[in-house]
């Protein structure tokens, strides 16, 4: 099974700006998710993961070879998708796939050919294998970007953010693909600041904030730590400024003459409202106001319904 083992790692940039402070992770197969707000060091760790960036300290092991002495054979193991993921425009889909195979080291045309054949239908690309890349959707963009990291079946797996700019349809699929990937004896690493990317598909969550690793763990075990302090409310249209300056408020729902909040409060609201079942959004949210203060979580849930398919 494969393994990541990570051990007081620490990255500092230049001008002595601290991206990663003592990090220690141990993920093994299966869906893992790595959550935290922008900028709290993720894509430090991930391009670290995946040999781009080289630590100040500690040490990696990732399928039981070093980060620092085993880097070719890293990344012939891994997989990687990264934020930015782009294509060489003028290449069809297939050929781009064919380009992949070959810097993996794949020799043989038939087998390259079989393995593309296999990935493009696995992610729901093979009728757009004759496509240039640069016209696919973004959607599709993103799937690509899914196939390319298939390639060599690499028994680990590195995502980056894979669902910013999605509509809810695409970002739906590309969960459930990674999901199914993820029954297959792989393991894969899912960064994101979108909560409800790993909500249903992790098994264990690391939490990081300003470089460090704050929660480490079950989904549910972060989820029980705001059982009993969200709360259902009803505001008139105006009063939302004045509820959001007294609890943290995730959602607000229109409905006549008014809006369904839904907030945090150790307590039921002064203002009144009725207890609601925590999620792992509202344990986030509760965790990061805690540990930042100035969070905004209406903010928040407003851009994570900004993704916008191209």
Same mark, same amino acid.
């Given at each position: 099974?494969?393994?990541?083992?990570?051990?007081?790692?620490?990255?500092?940039?230049?001008?002595? *700006?601290?991206?990663? +402070?003592?990090?220690?992770?141990?993920?093994?197969?299966?869906?893992?998710?790595?959550?935290?707000?922008?900028? =709290?060091?993720?894509?430090?760790?991930?391009?670290?993961?995946?040999?781009?960036?080289?630590?100040?300290?500690?040490?990696?092991?990732?399928?039981?070879?070093? /980060?620092? +002495?085993?880097?070719?054979?890293?990344?012939?193991?891994?997989?990687?998708?990264?934020?930015?993921?782009?294509?060489?425009?003028?290449?069809?889909?297939?050929?781009?796939?064919?380009?992949?195979?070959?810097?993996?080291?794949?020799?043989?045309?038939?087998?390259?050919?079989?393995?593309?054949?296999?990935?493009?239908?696995?992610?729901?690309?093979?009728?757009?294998?004759?496509?240039?890349?640069?016209?696919?959707?973004?959607?599709?963009?993103?799937?690509?970007?899914?196939? #390319?990291?298939? $390639?060599?079946?690499?028994?680990?797996? $590195?995502?980056? &953010?894979?669902?910013?700019?999605?509509?809810?349809?695409?970002?739906?699929?590309?969960?459930?693909?990674?999901?199914?990937?993820?029954? #297959?004896?792989?393991?894969?690493?899912?960064?994101?600041?979108?909560?409800?990317?790993?909500?249903?598909?992790?098994?264990?969550?690391? /939490?990081?904030?300003?470089?460090? $690793?704050?929660?480490?763990?079950?989904?549910?075990?972060?989820?029980?730590?705001?059982?009993?302090?969200?709360?259902?409310?009803?505001? %008139?249209?105006?009063?939302?400024?004045?509820?959001?300056? #007294?609890? @943290?408020?995730?959602?607000?729902?229109?409905?006549?003459?008014?809006?369904?909040?839904?907030?945090?409060?150790?307590?039921?609201?002064?203002?009144?409202?009725?207890?609601?079942? @925590?999620?792992?959004?509202? =344990?986030?949210?509760?965790?990061? #106001?805690?540990? *930042?203060?100035?969070?905004? %979580?209406?903010?928040?849930? &407003? *851009?994570?319904? &900004?993704?916008?398919?191209?």
């Amino acid at each position: 099974m494969p393994k990541i083992i990570i051990h007081q790692l620490t990255h500092c940039y230049s001008g002595r *700006t601290t991206a990663l +402070k003592d990090v220690e992770l141990e993920i093994r197969s299966g869906m893992y998710g790595l959550l935290g707000p922008n900028g =709290a060091g993720k894509t430090s760790l991930i391009r670290i993961l995946v040999t781009l960036l080289k630590p100040t300290s500690g040490q990696v092991t990732i399928d039981g070879l070093d /980060l620092i +002495k085993d880097r070719k054979r890293i990344r012939l193991q891994t997989g990687y998708l990264p934020q930015e993921f782009t294509s060489f425009p003028r290449l069809t889909v297939s050929e781009f796939l064919d380009y992949s195979a070959g810097l993996k080291g794949i020799q043989s045309r038939a087998e390259r050919q079989a393995q593309i054949e296999k990935i493009l239908e696995d992610v729901g690309l093979f009728e757009a294998r004759n496509r240039l890349a640069a016209k696919l959707s973004g959607g599709m963009k993103r799937r690509l970007g899914i196939a #390319q990291t298939l $390639i060599g079946d690499p028994p680990i797996m $590195i995502i980056d &953010e894979p669902t910013v700019g999605l509509d809810p349809e695409e970002r739906v699929r590309f969960r459930n693909i990674l999901s199914e990937l993820s029954r #297959q004896d792989k393991l894969i690493l899912l960064s994101t600041h979108i909560v409800g990317d790993i909500s249903s598909t992790c098994s264990r969550i690391a /939490l990081l904030n300003e470089g460090r $690793i704050v929660f480490e763990g079950p989904p549910e075990d972060l989820v029980a730590q705001v059982r009993g302090k969200v709360w259902k409310v009803s505001a %008139a249209a105006g009063e939302i400024d004045r509820v959001k300056s #007294q609890y @943290p408020v995730m959602s607000a729902i229109p409905l006549e003459g008014g809006y369904l909040l839904r907030v945090l409060a150790d307590q039921a609201p002064r203002i009144g409202g009725e207890p609601a079942d @925590p999620n792992l959004e509202d =344990a986030y949210v509760s965790f990061m #106001q805690s540990a *930042t203060g100035g969070f905004d %979580a209406l903010n928040y849930q &407003e *851009t994570m319904n &900004e993704g916008v398919g191209e």
